[in-house]
């Protein structure tokens, strides 16, 4: 028996067959020639450091004052200026691998709607009706071929448009723009589903995302099967990220759970304000005198893959590839988040695997909220009775170093003019 799990419970249609011609195109190349050279340049490099013990370093220490943490005015402005400007993963397409499915989010306080239409495209909406903003339908996900506002009866189609109103006739005309859900800028890459939380707001997916969808594609998302999702409470956004840039930490907080099996270096390579993390240990060593024309692709994936501001991807051996995709979005104030795990397979699992995929996520439950998180609760505890002082990035944890500065840049970025040239210079950086 072949399994796969939906989080409305159902079990999921072939994901790889589910649209045939319908599907929505994927912009780029995810697989292409020129992305396959990459991986193999950064696998070399990295199996020369492995190999030497020596590993990039940052010209200096870096500092983030604690108020950056625990500032709720500070708090607000990261909301305002990142997570209701730049692109989010809001989804998967493992999430929504049948036609008339939908994920609905709220997402620095905004309610949206992430549905895959009748016609195989994902769109994303404001999950608001237009009669008097009453949200259409409860965080979670589900099937429904139309969507009925709770409190007037208001009626949308899976493209969104407004098919039903009651009493219409009594009712009075429409304006034009009130002629469905306000529709949110959305694109389907590498099997990840981005949008924008503000319907105002320019997209600017190609320049946001620098070229590192084209590396993601890699990964095989696109076909993948979600076989289990779960959520963990935690605190302040920013102290919860910086953990998941962090190898320097793995093998001494983690001791007795998966850290003796890992090394506490990495390189990061960045697409604009995203990041690779490659650790420097045995894994690459499996390419040691291999001719590198026989190098798997699968080989040369190794590491942590992130997308800014809030997104970690992750795999392990579990009977074959899992990989577990975790979204981080801030809570109702500076103190607090919660995290969305969604782990995925490239094909169809047996219950006997689905067994072993159900202790993993249990596993990694507990090592994330009783090792991570609450650590990160320590943390946060003293940065708030102490804000005179600050948290520290060594050269070598040059991911946190990026990520911070890429924080202060967006916040500074007073408007959108300011954000639009942040976008145009967006580079890519490949240490040696």
Same mark, same amino acid.
């Given at each position: 028996?072949?399994?796969?799990?939906?989080?409305?419970?159902?079990?999921?249609?072939?994901?790889?067959?589910?649209?045939?011609?319908?599907?929505?195109?994927?912009?780029?190349?995810?697989?292409?020639?020129?992305?396959?050279?990459?991986?193999?340049?950064?696998?070399?490099?990295?199996?020369?450091?492995?190999?030497?013990?020596?590993?990039?370093?940052?010209?200096?220490?870096?500092? /983030?004052?604690?108020?950056?943490?625990?500032?709720?005015?500070?708090?607000?402005?990261?909301?305002?200026?990142?997570?209701?400007?730049?692109?989010?993963?809001?989804?998967?397409?493992?999430?929504?691998?049948?036609?008339?499915?939908?994920?609905?989010?709220?997402?620095?306080?905004?309610?949206?709607?992430?549905?895959?239409?009748?016609?195989?495209?994902?769109?994303? $909406?404001?999950?608001?009706?237009?009669?008097?903003?009453?949200?259409?339908?409860?965080?979670?996900?589900?099937?429904?071929?139309? $969507?009925?506002? &709770?409190?007037?009866?208001?009626?949308?189609?899976?493209?969104?448009?407004? /098919?039903?109103?009651?009493?219409?006739?009594?009712?009075?005309?429409?304006?034009?723009?009130?002629?469905?859900? /306000?529709?949110?800028?959305?694109?389907?890459?590498?099997?990840l589903i981005f949008s924008n939380v503000m319907p105002d707001v320019?997209?600017?997916?190609?320049?946001?995302?620098?070229?590192?969808?084209?590396?993601?594609?890699?990964?095989?998302?696109?076909?993948?099967?979600?076989?289990?999702?779960?959520?963990?409470?935690? &605190?302040?956004?920013?102290?919860?990220?910086?953990?998941?840039?962090?190898?320097?930490?793995?093998?001494?907080?983690?001791?007795?759970? $998966?850290?003796?099996?890992?090394?506490?270096?990495?390189?990061?390579?960045?697409?604009?304000?995203?990041?690779?993390?490659?650790?420097?240990?045995?894994?690459?060593?499996?390419?040691?005198?291999?001719?590198?024309?026989?190098?798997?692709?699968?080989?040369?994936?190794?590491?942590?893959?992130?997308?800014?501001?809030?997104?970690?991807?992750?795999?392990?051996?579990?009977?074959?590839?899992?990989?577990?995709?975790?979204?981080?979005?801030?809570?109702?104030?500076?103190?607090?988040?919660?995290?969305?795990?969604?782990?995925?397979?490239?094909?169809?699992?047996?219950?006997?695997?689905?067994?072993?995929?159900?202790?993993?996520?249990?596993?990694?439950?507990?090592?994330?909220?009783?090792?991570?998180?609450?650590?990160?609760?320590?943390?946060?505890?003293?940065?708030?009775?102490?804000?005179?002082?600050?948290?520290?990035?060594?050269?070598?944890?040059?991911?946190?170093?990026?990520?911070?500065?890429?924080?202060?840049?967006?916040?500074?970025?007073?408007?959108?003019?300011?954000?639009?040239?942040?976008?145009?210079?967006?580079?890519?950086?490949?240490?040696?």
């Amino acid at each position: 028996m072949q399994l796969g799990r939906r989080p409305d419970g159902a079990k999921p249609s072939n994901a790889r067959g589910r649209l045939n011609s319908t599907v929505q195109p994927e912009m780029g190349s995810p697989t292409s020639v020129a992305s396959r050279e990459l991986l193999v340049k950064q696998a070399r490099r990295t199996l020369g450091h492995v190999r030497s013990g020596t590993m990039p370093l940052g010209d200096q220490i870096y500092e /983030v004052p604690a108020s950056k943490y625990v500032d709720p005015a500070r708090w607000e402005l990261e909301i305002e200026r990142i997570f209701r400007r730049v692109p989010l993963v809001l989804g998967l397409a493992a999430e929504l691998s049948d036609l008339n499915t939908y994920r609905a989010l709220t997402v620095a306080g905004t309610p949206i709607l992430v549905i895959r239409a009748n016609d195989g495209v994902v769109r994303a $909406f404001l999950n608001t009706c237009r009669h008097r903003g009453s949200r259409i339908v409860d965080d979670g996900h589900g099937t429904k071929r139309r $969507f009925t506002c &709770p409190y007037h009866a208001w009626t949308y189609s899976t493209e969104g448009k407004l /098919v039903g109103v009651t009493d219409r006739s009594l009712f009075g005309e429409l304006a034009d723009d009130c002629a469905g859900l /306000v529709e949110l800028p959305c694109t389907e890459r590498a099997g990840l589903i981005f949008s924008n939380v503000m319907p105002d707001v320019e997209p600017h997916f190609d320049e946001f995302l620098c070229g590192y969808d084209e590396m993601l594609g890699h990964l095989g998302l696109a076909d993948s099967y979600l076989v289990g999702q779960q959520s963990i409470p935690g &605190p302040g956004w920013k102290i919860v990220y910086d953990g998941y840039l962090d190898l320097y930490h793995i093998p001494y907080l983690h001791r007795d759970s $998966f850290g003796p099996d890992w090394c506490n270096r990495g390189i990061y390579d960045a697409w604009g304000p995203h990041q690779r993390v490659s650790p420097l240990d045995h894994r690459f060593l499996q390419l040691d005198g291999v001719p590198e024309e026989e190098w798997e692709t699968d080989q040369l994936l190794g590491g942590l893959w992130t997308i800014f501001p809030n997104v970690s991807i992750a795999s392990f051996d579990c009977d074959g590839p899992l990989y577990m995709v975790s979204q981080l979005f801030p809570g109702n104030g500076p103190f607090e988040s919660v995290t969305t795990q969604s782990f995925l397979t490239k094909e169809p699992v047996d219950a006997n695997r689905m067994s072993l995929i159900e202790q993993r996520m249990e596993f990694l439950l507990g090592v994330v909220r009783d090792e991570d998180y609450r650590t990160c609760e320590g943390i946060q505890q003293s940065l708030r009775s102490n804000q005179a002082r600050s948290a520290l990035f060594g050269r070598n944890e040059i991911g946190g170093q990026r990520f911070h500065q890429w924080v202060d840049a967006l916040v500074e970025a007073d408007d959108m003019s300011g954000y639009r040239d942040l976008l145009s210079e967006m580079t890519t950086t490949f240490p040696e």
